[in-house]
């Protein structure tokens, strides 16, 4: 009986690590999106972005190269940066 209850604690637990590292992972692809709506969007439409195509190198020079365009380029934490990459490499 103890170890049917055991078993039982270390499942839920198991099934929350699952559930909860999922969810992690959707959250931080929508914040990727939210980010490239708001800020990739001032200067050219999303179509731009959708159409490019690049791989993960490829986005990775793209992105850092629209953060100097001056003062309208978009200034992005790492952990923005990140997910805006994350989120890249869905489209
Ligand atoms: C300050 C204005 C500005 C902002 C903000 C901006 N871009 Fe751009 N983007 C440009 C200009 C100007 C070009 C065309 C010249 C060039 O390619 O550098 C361009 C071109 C592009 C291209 C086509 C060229 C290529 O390398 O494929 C992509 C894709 C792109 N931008 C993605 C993005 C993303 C992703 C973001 C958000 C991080 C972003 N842009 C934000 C100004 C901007």
Avoid at 53 to 69: E, N, Y
Wanted: charged share 20%; aromatic share 4%; proline share 1%.
């Amino acid at each position: 009986m103890k170890k049917v209850v055991l078993t039982s604690i270390c499942l839920a637990m198991l099934g929350g690590l699952l559930f909860f590292g999922l969810q992690g992972n959707n959250l931080h692809a929508g914040d990727g999106q939210a980010i490239m709506e708001t800020r990739c969007t001032v200067c050219h439409g999303a179509g731009r972005i959708e159409r490019a195509g690049h791989d993960l190198d490829g986005w990775k020079s793209t992105v850092d190269r629209m953060m100097s365009k001056g003062r309208f380029g978009p200034a992005l934490s790492d952990a923005e940066r990140q997910a805006l990459l994350n989120h890249l490499m869905t489209l």
